[in-house]
């Protein structure tokens, strides 16, 4: 019977996987993995000696061990020469060439870490995008890669997202465009999200080894690893996971990998407090009342940390807590040629650009801007609000002489929705002439809130609910409508999402990091810093655009859960006045435009996957070059193509 080698031209330090009839063999270091037939589990040997399958961890102190790592995958442990390997379960895959084989072992350019190599890559899929589980989803995800597909030679876009809802949502704002996919993202903070590069035990599973741990985060993101083996440039949405994805990539194509950290990094708050302290309260009473409403969440890192731990939540096991200590330790492992740094603002100086050796660029939050204007929009929404209610047909139109108010609840992430909506409730039965449309919620809280507008019978309040496809839609119709304001309560997905549309959000305070039980939420707390910092920036883009009218600062916050309702309800009415209203836009008209700041993405991205990582002096000054060209009136922009053009015609 003759042996026939089933990788071709294989590597030195490759495994090798021989065909012997009926029979797979594979070998790798002193690991052995025999495959008798097909649907039967394997033969493992290590250093010669049988090793058991088992589903079962091993003892502290086991020289190898196999286990089950998933439906199809078994990890194998060598810890005596630092190898672990991640094989199929069945050798028939490995002979369809549907399996890539994954191997950690030590990293001979670092002493004491370990690489994550993959074996049988598939062809290249361009962008990929590591997306978080929510936020950055909705608005980095549809509008990077509209702005990708727009360019004069497409590239290929691939999202992983976590939430099913989250991966439809993308879907339908991407629509039928091709070259776009979406592949599942798995991972668990308290198993995973400790793996980091240094091959010593896992803090959060002291049983595992990094090495061995990162395996096992492979084995439930199959998916993902094919199509990052393959991925010509990697974007990062903070998982601390993606340092693997991008040892994956780059030693499938033997060459250097861009890999982006695309996140809004957030300023030490000792600094923000040392600014409000500064800050004259007779001039800018505004930012007095921001900083009441907003001091549960505006923590340095220490009390955050002291708070967690009080609560019994440890930052280390669940990292995304403390995502502002996460993001600068991943920023500072990310090759520098490789790096853009996306920040919401510069809280120090609005002229400065860089700080420190790391490049970033000072936006906002990025949404999905509507393609129609505001006319048009309004004429579209009021086609969907007649499905509900023939009245409501022209009330974003000037045949409706009512005000609107648009209230958002968001995704549901809030210890406090229902305080929230029931003070907006309030404001509405006080405010003639105004129409309320409430949007979003959870399930739970959308049946409470329709059982509270049944019980009341309010003639002035719409319950919209999710309305994902037409949101762009209706924030765009705003802008048609002198009387308008919208109040949201999301983080910065939403605040980004109606700048991009011409219309100055009116923020809700953020959520009390300690909740009534006594614990603290980790998806409240980053909710809730999100958007106390944001309307820092608000507050801080009225003063600077608006400074003939410093005595009268504009509204910023509206206080929901406060125990003052006429000082809420006084903020409300000013913020629908058309006056007011002129103002708050004028200082956004041109400061946030999805389709400058997804171009200005999608370029340095459409470079680097044809031509390798950029050196930063070219990358700032591609990024010079769009945020310093004149602002020009809403809605007038050059074409998505003449804007790829331009960024592409300068190396």
């Excluded at 340092?243 to 996140?263: G, T, Y």
């Excluded at 002439?433 to 949007?439: C, I, Q």
């Excluded at 655009?545 to 509206?558: E, F, G, K, M, Y």
Aim: glycine share 6%; hydrophobic share 45%; with cysteine.
């Amino acid at each position: 019977m003759n042996a026939r080698p089933l990788l071709a031209h294989p590597l030195r330090d490759e495994p090798s996987c021989v065909l012997r009839g009926a029979v797979v063999a594979l070998s790798h270091g002193r690991i052995e993995v025999t495959y008798l037939a097909p649907g039967e589990p394997p033969r493992i040997a290590v250093a010669g000696k049988p090793l058991a399958l088992e589903a079962a961890l091993p003892a502290q102190g086991t020289a190898a061990y196999a286990l089950f790592a998933g439906l199809d995958s078994i990890l194998i442990s060598d810890r005596d020469a630092r190898l672990a390997i991640l094989v199929p379960r069945d050798g028939m895959s490995l002979l369809e060439e549907q399996a890539p084989l994954y191997v950690t072992g030590p990293d001979p350019r670092l002493a004491g870490r370990f690489r994550v190599e993959a074996h049988c890559a598939p062809a290249p899929t361009s962008v990929l995008y590591v997306a978080q589980s929510f936020g950055h989803t909705t608005g980095w995800v549809p509008a990077v890669h509209g702005a990708l597909a727009r360019l004069p030679d497409p590239i290929p876009f691939t999202a992983a997202i976590r939430r099913q809802e989250d991966a439809a949502y993308a879907r339908r704002k991407v629509g039928d465009a091709a070259g776009f996919h979406v592949v599942p993202l798995h991972y668990s903070d308290a198993e995973s999200g400790t793996v980091t590069p240094d091959d010593v035990a896992n803090v959060s599973r002291p049983e595992f080894l990094n090495r061995e741990a990162a395996l096992l985060w492979l084995a439930a993101n199959r998916e993902l690893a094919r199509a990052s083996a393959g991925a010509v440039v990697i974007v990062n949405d903070c998982r601390p996971e993606t340092w693997i994805l991008h040892q994956l990539a780059e030693h499938a194509q033997r060459k250097e990998i861009p890999l982006h950290a695309v996140r809004y990094a957030f300023a030490e708050f000792d600094w923000l407090r040392q600014r409000v302290r500064q800050t004259d309260v007779a001039r800018a009473p505004g930012m007095a009342e921001i900083v009441a409403a907003s001091a549960p969440a505006v923590h340095t890192r220490r009390e955050l940390r002291d708070a967690l731990r009080a609560s019994g939540i440890e930052p280390r096991r669940n990292p995304s807590v403390d995502f502002e200590a996460l993001s600068r330790e991943l920023m500072a492992a990310v090759p520098e040629s490789g790096t853009l740094w996306y920040q919401a603002i510069n809280w120090r100086d609005w002229l400065s650009l860089e700080s420190g050796r790391q490049p970033y660029v000072v936006i906002p939050p990025l949404g999905q801007a509507s393609a129609l204007s505001p006319e048009q929009a309004a004429e579209r929404a009021g086609a969907v609000l007649a499905q509900r209610s023939p009245a409501l047909q022209h009330l974003f139109t000037q045949k409706d002489s009512r005000g609107v108010v648009l209230v958002s609840q968001g995704n549901g992430f809030s210890t406090c929705s229902r305080r929230h909506w029931r003070a907006m409730l309030a404001m509405a039965a006080r405010m003639d002439g105004v129409h309320f449309l409430f949007a979003g919620g959870s399930a739970e809280d959308r049946a409470w809130l329709a059982l509270e507008l049944e019980r009341s019978r309010p003639g002035n309040v719409t319950l919209l609910g999710w309305i994902d496809e037409h949101w762009s839609t209706f924030l765009r119709a705003l802008a048609a409508k002198p009387q308008a304001t919208f109040v949201c309560r999301p983080g910065l997905s939403s605040i980004g999402a109606a700048l991009v549309n011409g219309i100055p959000p009116l923020l809700m305070p953020p959520d009390p990091l300690v909740g009534p039980d006594g614990t603290v939420d980790a998806i409240t707390a980053e909710v809730a810093m999100e958007r106390a910092l944001y309307a820092f920036q608000l507050e801080r883009l009225y003063a600077s655009q608006c400074a003939t009218h410093r005595d009268s600062p504009l509204p910023v916050l509206v206080d929901t859960l406060g125990g003052e309702p006429d000082r809420a309800l006084a903020t409300l009415r000013r913020a629908v006045d058309p006056t007011i209203q002129s103002r708050q836009r004028a200082a956004i008209h041109g400061y946030c435009h999805g389709s400058r700041v997804a171009h200005l993405i999608a370029s340095v991205l459409a470079r680097e996957a044809a031509s390798g990582a950029l050196p930063i002096q070219v990358k700032r000054r591609m990024r010079d070059q769009e945020l310093s060209s004149p602002r020009v009136p809403f809605g007038a922009l050059p074409s998505t193509d003449a804007l790829a053009s331009r960024e592409l015609a300068h190396p």
